[in-house]
């Protein structure tokens, strides 16, 4: 079974905060994806990478950044918590080729509250 | 602009009933869909999945059913269970685009005993 971790399920931060949110799989994916869930919104996608040290901006990627220095790990980045951002974090990995067994598969979330 | 719509944001059943959740896409590239349920306090999880040269997909009281024509998906679920209680995403994808999915706002079913 895939797994995929995030360091952390809770957070609360302080505004002007930089914030670091971590992710690990275990399945040798190239694809990683951080979203956002808010009520009435759905997911949303932040930001994605399609392979190590590669990154590509989401549909709504102001006010964060990413890192993804080994295949397994990718970070999300907060550079300066605002109260917008929060929001519950997931995570998510998928092999390189999107054929009809490949869905997502997500970690557990962060909840990540900036007071 | 929305790619994938889920126009009821609950919907509320008895046990043992069918549940119908449904979705609308806008994007005609898109070719393959996949249903998440996802509970409180968790990430979601795959359920389902359906590619454009199918019509539908079954998988134990799981049926996805696809018509390309209205761009329309449709989850159904038989018997519905109280575990089946979750909020339930569509999403889409498109071959030889991005590897990203995208997702719906999703539907709250609950599922009476």
């Known amino acids: 079974d895939v797994k995929v971790t995030q360091s952390s399920r809770y957070l609360v931060k302080r505004t002007g905060e930089k914030v670091f949110l971590e992710c690990v799989q275990d399945?040798?994916?190239?694809?990683m994806f951080w979203y956002r869930q808010d009520p009435g919104l759905g997911l949303r996608l932040i930001y994605f990478s399609y392979d190590v040290k590669m990154k590509e901006k989401g549909d709504i990627p102001e006010g964060y950044s990413v890192s993804r220095e080994k295949k397994e790990r990718f970070s999300l980045i907060l550079e300066s918590a605002s109260t917008n951002q929060t929001s519950m974090y997931l995570c998510a990995s998928r092999g390189r080729q999107p054929s009809y067994n490949s869905p997502l598969h997500f970690g557990n979330g962060t909840r990540l509250t900036v007071t | 602009d929305q790619q994938v719509k889920q126009n009821s944001p609950s919907l509320s059943v008895q046990e043992g009933r069918i549940s119908i959740l449904n979705c609308d896409y806008t994007?005609?590239?898109?070719?393959?869909f996949l249903w998440y349920k996802k509970y409180p306090a968790e990430g979601p999880t795959f359920l389902i999945s359906i590619s454009s040269i199918k019509d539908k997909n079954e998988d134990g009281r799981f049926t996805v059913f696809l018509n390309k024509s209205a761009k329309h998906l449709s989850l159904h679920i038989v018997p519905s269970q109280p575990g089946d209680s979750a909020v339930y995403f569509c999403a889409a994808s498109a071959q030889g685009g991005s590897e990203k999915l995208v997702f719906g706002k999703g539907t709250k079913l609950t599922v009476n005993p």
């Open positions: 399945m040798d994916h190239e694809n």
């Open positions: 994007n005609s590239m898109f070719d393959y």
